[in-house]
């Protein structure tokens, strides 16, 4: 058994979801993402599939609008969802333009909706997806919004993240999870792989997934992949997350790795946009710690969330290691083995660690007690948050 057969037989949970034979490419932080989908919207002969948390009316949302109106003006197929949260502060007349021009356009879950219930699941559900697919072919996937502050340098206070640019049939996965949002469906339907014959899978062939989540029936979905990878880690697993408040079951999945002798660093940011998280991590890592894994703090905002098991299997995408993302958000994901994405994943989260300082006990115990009180309390109510 070859490398690959070896990985997709070992990490993947359901090899028979998986495509061979894509083109990718890792997309690494707001520049490089930005020219990605503004060359993939120029060259849209067809259609434009966009899911989005947040589409801002700033410079970057604008530059996109303008890509997405030429779009319609040379006749493809414009489609738009974005979360009503997520774009809050951006002006209904920018999405009305669009509307006038052409573009269909799906407000998820809006905030405010005469008739409809405003608390409860509709509140809490949002839509977390960053997907854009072209021609039915090319797609990315990542965790970046549309936005200056995702799409700036690092360099000039930018958000470090990651995103994955595919080309083949794999886009078509991405494309049924699309549809079932738009056509409001409760099922998630997955692309399998219906080749007629299992193909040669050498050392240099890509067999990926795309998973994506939704509340109630299909949460589970993506922890349940990223659980079977991790119980079957034996050398070693990389994590970059912003918001590490995991749920049990994946903490006690690190735990009982660490104890068999992997090697797990866990990256998350120093500084965060939801506080009240960040504090609950200082808890969640204080447990793992004792138990042998490592944590480090990236210098800064790191919006990434990437996964790398034994460097054989890797996992890049929307979703948050935290409740919000298992129990209420539409999360989705890029999954598998890839020699390319592979080896640029590593030398990411190897630049990343060695750039970031590690987290020991010490931090906590500097914390003044009132503050480590409010962490426990965060914590204990972690579900919540």
């Not at 409760?186 to 795309?210: G, Y």
């Not at 349940?224 to 749920?247: E, L």
């Not at 083995?337 to 080896?343: H, M, R, T, W």
Request: one cysteine or more; proline letters at 4%; hydrophobic letters at 40%.
């Amino acid at each position: 058994m070859n490398t690959v057969s070896l990985a997709i037989s070992k990490y993947m949970e359901e090899p028979r979801y998986s495509v061979a034979n894509s083109s990718t490419k890792l997309l690494q932080d707001g520049p490089e993402v930005f020219h990605k989908m503004i060359e993939l919207i120029d060259e849209a002969q067809s259609s434009i599939d966009l899911e989005i948390y947040a589409f801002m009316d700033d410079r970057s949302g604008f530059a996109i609008q303008k890509a997405l109106l030429k779009a319609l003006h040379r006749g493809c197929n414009v489609r738009i969802i974005y979360d009503s949260f997520g774009s809050f502060n951006t002006k209904s007349s920018f999405f009305e333009k669009l509307k006038q021009s052409g573009a269909k356009i799906m407000e998820f879950h809006p905030l405010w909706s005469p008739g409809k219930k405003m608390f409860g699941f509709h509140l809490r559900s949002r839509n977390h997806r960053k997907v854009l697919i072209v021609d039915d072919l090319r797609c990315i996937i990542g965790g970046l919004n549309i936005g200056d502050e995702y799409f700036k340098p690092v360099s000039a206070g930018g958000i470090h993240d990651l995103a994955i640019y595919l080309k083949g049939q794999i886009a078509l996965q991405a494309l049924t999870i699309f549809e079932s949002t738009w056509k409001n469906t409760i099922r998630i339907p997955i692309l399998i792989n219906k080749a007629k014959s299992t193909p040669l899978l050498t050392e240099n062939s890509n067999q990926l997934q795309i998973l994506g989540s939704k509340p109630i029936r299909y949460r589970w979905k993506i922890r349940k992949t990223i659980h079977h990878a991790i119980k079957n880690a034996t050398k070693s697993i990389d994590i970059i997350n912003p918001y590490f408040v995991p749920p049990s079951g994946l903490a006690r999945a690190l735990k009982n790795a660490a104890a068999r002798g992997v090697k797990v660093r866990i990256l998350v940011p120093k500084k965060s946009d939801l506080p009240l998280v960040h504090l609950a991590s200082y808890v969640a890592r204080n447990r793992l710690l004792h138990h042998g894994v490592e944590f480090y703090s990236w210098p800064g905002f790191v919006h990434a969330k990437a996964m790398l098991i034994d460097d054989q299997w890797f996992s890049v995408g929307s979703y948050n290691l935290d409740y919000q993302s298992l129990k209420w958000n539409l999360e989705v994901i890029v999954n598998g083995y890839c020699p390319n994405i592979l080896s640029s994943l590593k030398k990411v989260m190897d630049e990343d660690f060695g750039k970031a300082e590690k987290y020991t006990s010490s931090t906590w115990k500097k914390f003044h007690f009132s503050k480590r009180f409010f962490a426990d309390f965060l914590y204990s109510i972690r579900t919540f948050l």
